[in-house]
């Protein structure tokens, strides 16, 4: 699903200091999505270079125990960590992108302007509360998005929590009930990762898992994703009406085992494929 923030030409798009930036991605990125001029960066965010991506794809601790994308995000956050990185107001090619991130979204919040703050990576890969050693170099929950951008976690009205309909990971790692590949094709659980392309292990909807991540990111309300991919009949569906019973049976059973309400329904590939039900869910 595109971001809403790139259906809205006016929105500026910010990437907080606690960021990783790969200078040749995101120079590539803003000329693919055509965001030039409404994309900016907080001066503090720290830099991915060549050294990183090698060391990361070097080492057989990260690429055959961890299984890492490559692209050179924990080497980059130990030097952070180890006060040794280059930070992006260092470089002068992305001078014209520099801001202030933090002073930026609060100033916006004071004149009471709407702010979404977007994470990144699913949260059982956070470095804290995930399936370590197999996760990510970072915190990946709600707290830690309001951290990296410098955002007081009183300013945040909601917190959303995404499910997909299914559980996926990319990588080493534990993964309750997995599929093997054979079944997974069958049951349409195909994917694969979106920086790899390597294929992704699949496996059914892992309530308790749901629970958790709900209780620790503090989350108001759920967006539940790809719902069309267990229940083919509700493809494309944009009204409640659409959704078929086992659908409407599977989403409240979730918003049961959570306590949180299901809000938003993604049915298809394209941004209009979604089914809004409002603040008290189902």
């Known amino acids: 699903m595109v971001p809403s923030a790139f259906l809205v030409p006016e929105t500026r798009l910010l990437i907080g200091a606690g960021a990783n930036v790969d200078p040749k991605v995101f120079m590539s990125e803003v000329e693919t999505l055509g965001v030039e001029g409404r994309v900016f960066i907080d001066e503090k965010a720290s830099v991915i270079e060549q050294k990183h991506i090698d060391a990361d794809r070097g080492s057989d601790f990260f690429r055959e125990f961890i299984g890492t994308t490559g692209t050179g995000v924990s080497p ?17 090619e992305l001078k014209k992108y520099v801001t202030d991130v933090s002073e930026e979204v609060n100033s916006a919040l004071d004149r009471g302007e709407t702010i979404h703050l977007e ?65 997974a094709e069958k049951r349409g659980f195909v994917e694969r990762g979106t920086v790899t ?49 086992e659908c409407i049976d599977f ?18 590939p394209d941004a209009e494929d979604t089914v809004y039900l409002g603040p008290e869910g189902l």
Do not use: W
Not at 121 to 126: A, D, H, I, P, V
Not at 228 to 235: I, K, T, Y
């Open 76 to 92: 980059a956050l130990a030097d952070r960590v180890t006060r040794k990185a280059k930070l992006v107001r260092d470089l002068p």
């Open 251 to 268: 989403l409240k059973k979730i918003q049961d085992e959570t306590g949180v309400p299901v809000t938003i329904v993604g049915t298809g």
């Open 119 to 183: 994470g990144t990576q699913g949260f059982y890969l956070s470095l804290y509360h995930g399936t370590y050693p197999y996760v990510t170099g970072r915190d990946t929950t709600a707290a830690a998005v309001c951290s990296e951008v410098g955002v007081g976690p009183k300013k945040v009205d909601e917190v959303i929590l995404v499910l997909k309909s299914f559980v996926t990971r990319v990588g080493k790692g534990p993964l309750e009930n997995e599929l093997s590949p054979e079944e």
């Open 197 to 245: 392309g390597r294929l992704r292990r699949a496996a059914p909807f892992n309530f308790q898992m749901a629970k958790r991540a709900a209780r620790v990111n503090g989350a108001t309300q759920i967006a539940v994703t790809k719902v069309d991919v267990l229940f083919p009949e509700c493809s494309k569906a944009r009204r409640r009406e659409s959704l078929s019973r």
